[in-house]
């Protein structure tokens, strides 16, 4: 299993990135997503999933209507459309998948490397 991370960067508040995670090794379409973040000095947190085929989506509370999951089956690849970024999303932002929400674990499941987020003026 390969996830790589890619789209981070230095972004004003306000601003907007589109993260983008490439799987391989495993067969995508059958899959959970996640996206996980870590803000420096601060544990993982959980920010969105989505379900194999794209219908259902869940959102952390504090990233609801400014941030939206999706994937491209086709192309192996899950997105993070991240907009009105703000200071506190600053972060190394993770694609994960066979993780649990509640119980996330680096030593569990499979994760990239992290794509590294900030934002500030």
């Known amino acids: 299993v390969q996830l790589v991370e890619s789209g981070g960067g230095l972004v004003q508040p306000g601003g907007s990135l589109r993260l983008s995670c490439a799987a391989s090794?495993?067969?995508?379409?059958?899959?959970?997503m996640t996206w996980v973040r870590q803000a420096p000095g601060k544990g993982l947190e959980w920010v969105s999933d989505?379900?194999?085929?794209?219908?259902?989506?869940r959102y952390l509370d504090s990233v609801k209507g400014r941030f939206t999951i999706s994937r491209d089956n086709a192309k192996n690849t899950l997105y993070l459309q991240m907009n009105s970024l703000k200071p506190e999303d600053t972060a190394l932002y993770y694609c994960?998948?066979?993780?649990?929400?509640?119980?996330?674990?680096?030593?569990?499941?499979?994760w990239g490397q992290g794509t590294q987020v900030a934002v500030s003026s």
């Open positions: 994960a998948c066979a993780v649990t929400r509640y119980s996330l674990n680096r030593n569990s499941g499979y």
């Open positions: 989505i379900n194999p085929d794209g219908g259902s989506t």
């Open positions: 090794g495993f067969t995508f379409s059958n899959a959970y």
